[in-house]
């Protein structure tokens, strides 16, 4: 599996990074067929943004709500660790869930693309994926 992301949504996510740190960004992914066609913002509202994302929950249920009404997917979302690894940590692993999305971490001026694997609430283990830059 690949997914896809233009120079510009991927020039913005590592701004974005930069100008939250210390703290982690977060937002989400939509687009159709593994292809982003666009990368939303959205606060962090995790009790320490330092070290942990939480996406608000009313972006996330307005992000549902227009996949389902709309011509696009939640394709996944993204996510920084300003002071991490560029692969999703042991906090990542323990709150993922295996619904086919993708996770998008921006690290140390990268950005990779990851899956979850597992059953359900149940991951055991992410995999990386091929994130390819157009334009």
């Known amino acids: 599996m690949a997914l896809r992301i233009s120079r510009t949504q991927r020039t ?5 990074a930069e100008v939250a740190r210390p703290e982690e960004c977060c937002g989400l992914l939509f687009g159709r067929g593994g292809s982003i066609s666009e990368i ?10 330092r070290s942990h994302f939480e996406i608000d929950p009313a ?5 549902h709500r227009r996949a389902r009404e709309g011509d ?3 394709l996944g979302h993204f996510h920084s660790h300003p002071n991490g690894l560029g692969r999703p940590s042991s906090t990542d692993l323990a709150n993922a869930c295996a619904d086919g999305r993708c996770w998008i971490i921006i690290a140390d001026g990268d ?3 990851w899956i979850p694997d597992g059953t359900g609430d149940e991951v055991v283990r992410f995999q990386q994926v091929s994130l390819v830059v157009e334009g």
């Open 12 to 16: 913005q996510l590592l701004e974005w």
């Open 40 to 49: 939303c913002l959205t606060p962090n509202v995790a009790e320490n943004p």
């Open 59 to 63: 972006a996330l249920i307005a992000a």
């Open 72 to 74: 696009i997917e939640l």
């Open 111 to 113: 950005v990779s693309a």
